[in-house]
């Protein structure tokens, strides 16, 4: 199983982001993707799921609003949209196969994007 | 600001147990399971313990898991020097209605 992330980005205050991780070793479908973002020298935030087979999705509140899951079966690659960036949004996203379920584990993780935002 | 807290940092010599702690809620850790996670300097986080106690393949068996009402607890024994990294709970938030990480520990090996 692996996760393959999209390189860095660097954005101005107000643009918008699009990270991709394209996954492979493993039936795309039967696994859920959720999004987890690592602000510098800071813990782990959660940011929201999508299941792949139906293209379902949940948010955290935090986010909500500014932040799109999608995924493209074809490809089997997942994507994260983030919306007007501000400059607390500079942080690794990590991408991580999620069986979908109340505290299931996130047991794969792709090695991660930085996101920078300065003007 | 994480709904689980963890202390911010434990440290051991080689060879010695550490033990590090979580403590939740009822709407988190009283009522969900927890997975622990390890992430190196510079790296992703990798799963440690998932379901309070179970490894994945290729964990050693010197890392294991409980829980007690709202709390959780991640066990190093036999602690060594690759074994320093961050350690962050994880587990499902019924009012957030979302995953929530803990705020993270950090074990240095003196």
């Known amino acids: 199983v692996q996760l393959e992330q999209s390189g860095a980005e660097v954005k101005k205050p107000g643009a918008s982001v699009k990270v991709s991780c394209k996954a492979s070793?493993?039936?795309?479908?039967?696994?859920?993707v959720s999004w987890v973002r690592q602000a510098p020298g800071q813990g782990l935030e959660w940011m929201g799921w999508?299941?792949?087979?139906?293209?379902?999705?949940k948010y955290a509140q935090r986010v909500q609003g500014r932040v799109t899951l999608t995924t493209d079966t074809s490809t089997s690659t997942a994507y994260m949209e983030l919306r007007s960036l501000r400059s607390d949004d500079t942080a690794v996203y990590y991408c991580?196969?999620?069986?979908?379920?109340?505290?299931?584990?996130?047991?794969?993780w792709g090695q991660g994007t930085l996101v920078t935002v300065s003007s | 600001q994480s709904v689980l807290t963890q202390p911010p940092s434990a440290s051991g010599t080689p060879g010695q147990r550490v033990t590090i702690s979580c403590s939740g809620g009822?709407?988190?850790?009283?009522?969900?399971?927890v997975n622990w996670y390890q992430q190196l300097p510079g790296t992703a986080p990798r799963l440690l313990i998932y379901?309070?106690?179970q490894r994945p393949p290729g964990v050693p068996d010197r890392f294991s898991g409980s829980k007690s009402g709202t709390s959780a607890s991640l066990a190093i024994s036999g602690l060594q020097s690759e074994d320093e990294a961050d350690y962050y709970c994880a587990t499902w938030d019924d009012s957030l209605n979302g995953h929530v990480f803990g705020t993270g520990t950090k074990v240095t090996v003196l």
């Open positions: 379901g309070y106690i």
């Open positions: 999508i299941n792949p087979y139906n293209g379902n999705t």
């Open positions: 070793g493993y039936t795309f479908t039967t696994y859920g």
């Open positions: 009822t709407s988190t850790i009283g009522s969900n399971t």
């Open positions: 991580a196969r999620d069986e979908g379920y109340t505290s299931s584990a996130f047991d794969y």
